[in-house]
């Protein structure tokens, strides 16, 4: 992890801070005054600061004790009257992966729990929660823009209007993040059904499985795991899991889950670049999609799939996925199936193909 300390010895105030370089912009500081052995001041809180992009802009990337980044460290900054003297070193080591969640809104208001995504940290690595208010008609895009306001360093808010469904949501916040230059995207639902503190874990089955490219949050009810869901949803998701893992021809235990994180690469980006199919099965329809964008087949992309059972996952009252929306998902099997069955058999048998041995 790089960290970037300032120094600023005399003036209360500072400027904006420029490092050659397309790593860091610091612009309008606050410091804290601490004494230093030498005698200046220490000036430990950021308000802003900002990262260079590949398109030649500025976005904001912290606001924190310490000043975060990619792979250069300031040293120090020097203030002499109006004379800034800047010292900066590129560091060797890890660089600060960056994890952008979409959070799709409709009509959360109420159930909103704000608190709990404003006070949210990854310790070592940057977070950052883009809300899609996706056309409420209630008060969410204003609990969303004070969210904004009150924690502008990890929270972002896209207005779509009108209301697109949560599949549309999902897509134009994942490409949001995607051209902000996260280091790994995903969604999560947000009621939280999938506790937050579940995040690092996702990050950390990246962190270690250089080949994985997409993590799955799983409802798996097993001992030491606290899984509350309504026996319905259980059994006709079993059902509704098994008609989806035969027409992918993947062993995936659980779609549907609203907890997914992938890594940002060229295929997610093309995945992404049309709109779903379907409004309630656009989990599958990412599968899918990405098994077709596989050269080497169903079972090189199966080996880019990580099932990561989760510790606690609850049934939050005021779902909107009803027995009404099991049924409508049904006929959604149907329609993809329809539109991406055939590719799939092709995949499907390119792989048992690749994974014959030819004798000697």
């Known amino acids: 992890?790089?960290?970037?300390?300032?120094?600023?010895?005399?003036?209360?105030?500072?400027?904006?801070?420029r490092i050659d370089g397309p790593v860091v912009h610091a612009r309008r500081l606050w410091p804290i005054e601490q004494p230093s052995r030498s005698g200046g001041v220490i000036a430990n809180v950021f308000l802003l600061a900002y990262a260079r992009q590949r398109n030649g802009r500025w976005r904001c990337l912290v606001r924190e004790q310490e000043l975060l980044h990619g792979a250069m460290r300031v040293s120090a900054i020097h203030l002499h009257a109006s004379i800034y003297r800047i010292n900066a070193e590129i560091t060797?080591?890890?660089?600060?992966?960056?994890?952008?969640?979409?959070?799709?809104?409709?009509?959360?208001?109420?159930?909103?729990?704000t608190r709990a995504f404003s006070e949210f940290r990854l310790n070592g690595r940057r977070a950052e929660f883009l809300f899609v208010n996706d056309g409420s008609h209630d008060q969410t895009l204003a609990v969303l823009e004070q969210l904004h306001r009150d924690s502008p360093d990890t929270i972002r808010v896209k207005d779509q209007q009108p209301n697109q469904g949560k599949a549309e949501a999902v897509r134009t916040g994942m490409v949001e993040a995607l051209d902000v230059g996260a280091d790994f995207v995903g969604y999560w639902d947000a009621d939280l059904a999938t506790p937050l503190s579940a995040i690092p874990r996702f990050i950390e089955v990246f962190e270690a499985?250089?080949?994985?490219?997409?993590?799955?949050?799983?409802?798996?009810?097993?001992?030491?795991r606290s899984i509350e869901r309504h026996v319905w949803r259980h059994y006709l998701g079993r059902v509704f899991a098994t008609l989806v893992s035969e027409m992918l021809h993947l062993a995936v235990y659980d779609t549907q889950c609203g907890a997914k994180l992938f890594r940002a690469t060229p295929e997610l980006r093309r995945v992404l670049a049309e709109p779903f199919g379907t409004a309630w099965l656009f989990d599958v329809e990412i599968l899918a999609r990405l098994i077709g964008?596989?050269?080497?087949?169903?079972?090189?992309?199966?080996?880019?799939?990580?099932?990561?059972?989760?510790?606690?996952?609850?049934?939050?009252?005021?779902?909107?996925?009803?027995?009404?929306?099991?049924?409508?998902?049904?006929?959604?099997?149907?329609?993809?199936?329809?539109?991406?069955?055939?590719?799939?058999?092709?995949?499907?048998?390119?792989?048992?193909?690749?994974?014959?041995?030819?004798?000697?």
């Open 209 to 224: 499985r250089a080949g994985v490219n997409v993590v799955l949050g799983s409802r798996v009810k097993l001992l030491g």
């Open 293 to 360: 964008e596989s050269d080497r087949g169903t079972a090189a992309v199966a080996r880019c799939l990580y099932e990561l059972p989760l510790d606690e996952w609850r049934d939050v009252p005021g779902s909107k996925l009803t027995r009404a929306a099991y049924v409508r998902a049904a006929t959604s099997i149907f329609r993809l199936y329809r539109r991406y069955g055939a590719m799939l058999a092709r995949q499907n048998r390119a792989s048992m193909a690749a994974d014959v041995q030819l004798p000697a």
């Open 92 to 113: 060797s080591g890890s660089t600060l992966t960056h994890t952008i969640i979409v959070v799709p809104c409709y009509n959360e208001a109420r159930r909103l729990n």
């Open 1 to 17: 992890m790089c960290v970037a300390r300032i120094a600023i010895r005399a003036p209360e105030r500072a400027a904006d801070v």
